[in-house]
């Protein structure tokens, strides 16, 4: 909450009680995704999300709707592509089957993601309907 006086309604904001400041909002966590094989790719990419998604394997505590800020490498593809997803689901340690821990990292709808999503599925190809095993739901 701020402390800076209001000049229009020449009041003070209200302050929580002495001792009583909720905790910050956490900070994204920002991860780095290089993608060497198109294999890889594939068993992380989530087509089933209309704007796209990638599975991130992680040990770090998510909830759902959490803010992760992803820093993506695409096979054969020199661009770094910055993406500010949403946690959408969380595959938690010791998971039935054997799945590997980590998050689904839904993507925003903005432009950039957009082109991001068309990008992945044209390296993907026509793997994107393969019905092998991935990461992903």
Do not use: C
């Given at each position: ?106 993507f925003p709808v903005d432009e950039k993601t957009r082109v ?22």
């Open positions: 909450m701020s402390s800076e006086f209001n000049s229009r309604s020449g009041s003070m904001p209200l302050q929580p009680a002495a001792g009583a400041n909720p905790p910050p909002a956490p900070r994204p966590s920002v991860i780095q995704l290089v993608f060497k094989e198109k294999g890889a790719l594939y068993a992380a990419y989530i087509p089933l999300f209309a704007e796209g998604g990638l599975f991130v394997p992680t040990t770090r505590d998510y909830r759902l709707g959490d803010d992760v800020y992803l820093l993506l490498t695409l096979p054969e593809d020199p661009q770094r592509y910055p993406v500010a997803g949403k946690v959408a689901w969380v595959t938690p340690p010791n998971a039935s089957g054997g799945r590997t821990q980590g998050v689904g990292v839904r991001l999503r068309v990008r992945i599925e044209e390296i993907l190809g026509t793997a994107i309907h393969s019905p092998k095993p991935t990461q992903t739901i």
